[in-house]
T-cell receptor
Framework: NAGVTQTPKFQVLKTGQSMTLQCAQDMNHEYMSWYRQDPGMGLRLIHYSVGAGITDQGEVPNGYNVSRSTTEDFPLRLLSAAPSQTSVYFCASKLDRGFHQPQHFGDGTRLSIL | AQSVAQPEDQVNVAEGNPLTVKCTYSVSGNPYLFWYVQYPNRGLQFLLK??????LVKGSYGFEAEFNKSQTSFHLKKPSALVSDSALYFCAVRDSGAGSYQLTFGKGTKLSVIP
């Protein structure tokens, strides 16, 4: 049972480069989300999706794009990487948009922007 | 707006002693409260949640949490700490009255259990 799978685990980029962080879940979950984790700041929501074809912005969406063409996949795109986007990125999913559903997290992508 | 605070950046406790990790929250409606644990280089793992009902919630790995509405708190507890409990703990809240799907996380508390 794979759960939530994130690739790559580590990445180093130069300022201005673009890249896509991949996230896939095999639990048929409707709701998926992307967070970034920075020291002393907890987790902050970047974007989320309540189902295929539906996405919305979270707390810190600037500089990131998402799409949800299938239930399983929810990629996060950095359009033009900046040093401020150096962070650990987590993808999470849960069964549906219900308030009480716990989220399942991937193991993260550690991204450094030089 | 919903918010959550974890007033301690770090908690140290001796193995075998009881542990408490504190969390307070602010919401406009009723709170849905969660605790997650993060081990090094891993994602967050769900421990327990409070939705409604009994104020004492039991979760994974022997952890429990007490919901206190008057003090707007949801402290995580364990009667006897293990070295393997050393990790980063996050409290999270969602406001039932907010109309938002977003979950707000605290900044985390690092728990160190000393052998």
């Amino acid at each position: 049972n794979a759960g939530v799978t994130q690739t790559p685990k580590f990445q180093v980029l130069k300022t201005g480069q673009s890249m896509t962080l991949q996230c896939a879940q095999d639990m048929n979950h409707e709701y998926m989300s992307w967070y970034r984790q920075d020291p002393g700041m907890g987790l902050r929501l970047i974007h989320y999706s309540v189902g295929a074809g539906i996405t919305d912005q979270g707390e810190v969406p600037n500089g990131y794009n998402v799409s949800r063409s299938t239930t399983e996949d929810f990629p996060l795109r950095l359009l033009s990487a900046a040093p401020s986007q150096t962070s650990v990125y987590f993808c999470a999913s849960k069964l549906d948009r219900g308030f009480h559903q716990p989220q399942h997290f991937g193991d993260g992508t550690r991204l450094s922007i030089l | 707006a919903q918010s959550v605070a974890q007033p301690e950046d770090q908690v140290n406790v001796a193995e075998g002693n009881p542990l408490t990790v504190k969390c307070t929250y602010s919401v406009s409606g009723n709170p849905y409260l969660f605790w997650y644990v993060q081990y090094p280089n891993r994602g967050l793992q769900f421990l327990l949640k409070y939705i409604t009902g009994d104020n004492l919630v039991k979760g994974s790995y022997g952890f429990e949490a007490e919901f206190n509405k008057s003090q707007t708190s949801f402290h995580l507890k364990k009667p006897s700490a293990l070295v393997s409990d050393s990790a980063l703990y996050f409290c999270a809240v969602r406001d039932s009255g907010a109309g938002s799907y977003q979950l707000t996380f605290g900044k985390g508390t690092k728990l160190s259990v000393i052998p």
